[in-house]
């Protein structure tokens, strides 16, 4: 079965870190361009980072630049972000997608990891 | 940044009718727009890509057109299942893809 999922969620306190995963099973994870994109509670979705299929390429929204990294491990058929520095806005289910071959539409998504940033 | 603008924001349509959701973008995207539907609690599901291109699985009632700036998603006959929140995204400026606000398409 071609799926997404996600790990590593959780609680964590202002300023603290926290590192979400998703694997990958069913298809050629190597071949594609995979994302994060975000989803805070009761809110729209927003794009966070993305990296290429040999991780040549990478970006991030503005709003995560500098404090989250994306990477990827393509033996392992993994994903991950690591989040640093973390702030009450960055509370989120966080989402990987993966794009559509050589494309910038999103076909394939994760059912979600949620991360609370609280004291 | 491109800022994607759907409206309206609440859409309610009787089970049988037609719906149309419109997108809108700060500047050209060409054809390089997408749309989502998402159900409480799940993840979005990829509906149209290419502004009018049906992903695999999706329904002949799910049709998309527009170019340019304006983009509209028309679900030709609703079914109980396509009440749901949708999303326009545009990747004409990859990788750095915007989302618009949501359309949550209820019962009437």
Same mark, same amino acid.
């Given at each position: 079965e071609v799926q997404l999922v996600e790990?590593?969620?959780?609680?964590?306190?202002?300023?603290?870190?926290?590192?979400?995963?998703?694997?990958?099973?069913?298809? *050629?994870?190597?071949?594609?361009s995979m994302n994060w994109v975000r989803q805070a509670p009761g809110k729209g979705l927003e794009w966070v980072s993305s990296i290429s299929s040999s991780s040549t390429y990478i970006h991030y929204a503005d709003s995560v630049k500098g404090r989250f990294t994306i990477s990827r491990d393509n033996a392992k058929n993994s994903l991950y972000l690591q989040m640093n520095s973390l702030r009450?806005?960055?509370?989120?289910?966080?989402?990987?997608?993966?794009?559509?071959?050589?494309?910038?539409?999103?076909?394939?998504?994760?059912?979600?990891?949620?991360? *609370?940033?609280?004291? | 940044?491109?800022?994607?603008?759907?409206?309206?924001?609440?859409?309610?349509v009787s089970p049988g009718e037609r719906a149309t959701l419109s997108c809108r973008a700060s500047q050209s995207v060409s054809s390089n727009l997408a749309w989502y539907q998402q159900k409480p609690g799940?993840?979005?599901?990829?509906?149209?890509?290419?502004?009018?291109t049906r992903a695999t699985g999706i329904p002949a009632r799910f049709s998309g057109s527009g170019s340019?700036?304006?983009?509209?998603?028309?679900?030709?006959?609703?079914?109980?299942?396509?009440?749901a929140v949708y999303y326009c995204q545009q990747y004409s400026?990859?990788?750095?893809?915007?989302?618009g606000q949501g359309t949550k398409l209820e019962i009437k």
């Open positions: 790990s590593g969620g959780g609680l964590v306190k202002p300023g603290g870190s926290l590192r979400v995963s998703c694997a990958a099973s069913g298809f *050629t994870f190597s071949s594609y009450a806005e960055d509370t989120a289910v966080y989402y990987c997608a993966a794009n559509g071959y050589g494309s910038g539409w999103l076909n394939l998504w994760g059912q979600g990891t949620l991360v *609370t940033v609280s004291s | 940044e491109i800022v994607m603008t759907q409206s309206p924001a609440t859409l309610s799940q993840a979005p599901r990829l509906l149209i890509y290419g502004t009018s340019g700036t304006e983009f509209t998603l028309t679900i030709s006959s609703l079914q109980s299942e396509d009440f400026n990859w990788p750095l893809y915007t989302f």
